[in-house]
């Protein structure tokens, strides 16, 4: 065939599989990519999403394995947002791509070939590329999706919670920014959040007081809080005002603690608010810079600045590029082992200093930061532990 007139075919079967899978419910996902495979003669196609606590990539397409994050092939590919390839038994290739929307990445594509060259690399990395984009599209209103990346019951003030939670990772070309938590299937009031406002990344931790439905609706609604106040354009002390306000005025009897930060990404000056908190941690240039933005402590939210007795502080503080900003909950550093050890403070920051210098992305990091607590206390977590890390890294001149 004309090698025109197979771009141009190959062009018409994209164009074809946009559409269908734009039309296609989440459920028939799978057999859209799986019959555009075959006609492009790329033989099997099956796509996996990676659980919510990044163990697992569980197949779309029921009848296949689960697959182990830290041990397998695909897994590799997940981990390091690279193709990863191996031969199989009757001498063809089995090709392993990243699904990934950004910063964030959702699992991978498998798909098996005769043979790749430089083209077929090409398109079967724009699939993969559309495929992101479409799962993260129809997640928002798929159960199906949300099934498929859950591994057992998730419990009711969980799911309220969750309900509210941005995606696991966000970024542009000048900063990323990534969240975990634990208890995946069991929160009580731990929730994070960030976004973008034009030049600005906006990044949150909250710790609702106790362990149980209340505390959920107590960090839900400082949440929401925080979100009506940016997108009405508010300065970071009328936000911060306007969760105290929200929680007085619904939730008299509920607080929560919570740090509130934002980066202007064109010059690095961080500005944050500490309600409560335990302060954000600076690592820079590979070691922990101590107490850097540790400033006098301030009551939790849920006090107007009447019964608080002080107004609420903005601080700032210029960052280097490259430095990492770490924002935590109490449950991370005081999770404790069966000797009653504490993870601890030290523990936390080496293990985040040994990730960067190792070259790990910020997800990356925290994804294993977060077993490694749990594996402390034997995945029985006596409190909610969550983290969120991001890392300007603005491009040279």
């Known amino acids: 065939m004309d090698r025109n007139v197979s771009v141009g075919f190959d062009e018409r079967l994209l164009d074809e599989l946009v559409r269908a899978a734009q039309l296609a419910s989440p459920a028939e996902l799978p057999e859209v990519l799986d019959r555009y495979a075959h006609a492009m003669g790329w033989g099997r196609a099956v796509v996996y999403l990676v659980d919510i606590q990044q163990r697992l990539l569980v197949p779309f397409t029921e009848g296949e394995p689960e697959l182990e994050l830290d041990t397998s092939l695909a897994g590799w590919a997940y981990r390091t947002d690279s193709l990863r390839m191996e031969e199989t038994p009757s001498g063809g290739l089995k090709v392993w791509l990243p699904l990934a929307d950004g910063a964030e990445l959702l699992g991978v594509v498998e798909l098996n070939m005769s043979t790749l060259d430089g083209l077929k690399l090409r398109r079967c990395r724009t699939v993969a590329l559309l495929l992101a984009q479409i799962i993260t599209s129809k997640r928002t209103y798929s159960d199906t999706i949300a099934q498929r990346m859950r ?207 190792a070259g790990q992305s910020a997800p990356e990091a925290l994804r294993l930061l977060i077993l490694a607590i749990l594996e402390h206390q034997h995945n029985e977590l006596s409190d909610d532990a969550t983290i969120l890390m991001f890392e300007w890294q603005p491009p040279g001149p």
């Open 151 to 357: 591994t057992r019951p998730m419990h009711l003030p969980t799911e309220m919670v969750r309900a509210f939670l941005p995606p696991r990772s966000i970024g542009t070309g000048q900063v990323v920014s990534t969240g975990v938590l634990e208890p995946a299937y069991e929160l009580g009031g731990d929730a994070f959040d960030h976004a973008f406002t034009e030049d600005v990344l906006h990044a949150a931790v909250l710790d609702g007081m106790g362990h149980d439905l209340a505390s959920g609706l107590a960090t839900s609604v400082a949440m929401a809080g925080c979100r009506n106040a940016r997108r009405s354009g508010a300065d970071l002390t009328t936000l911060v005002g306007t969760m105290d306000e929200a929680l007085a005025t619904w939730l008299p009897e509920q607080f929560c603690t919570g740090v509130f930060t934002q980066l202007h990404m064109p010059t690095g000056v961080l500005r944050w608010s500490n309600c409560g908190h335990p302060p954000p941690l600076l690592i820079r240039r590979h070691r922990l810079l101590q107490d850097a933005l540790e400033r006098p402590p301030e009551p939790p939210l849920g006090l107007p600045a009447g019964l608080a007795g002080t107004a609420r502080q903005v601080h700032d503080v210029g960052l280097e590029p490259g430095d990492r900003i770490v924002l935590y909950t109490d449950g991370v550093v005081e999770s404790r082992d069966e000797t009653g050890e504490e993870f601890g403070l030290e523990r936390f920051t080496e293990y985040i200093i040994r990730s960067t210098a």
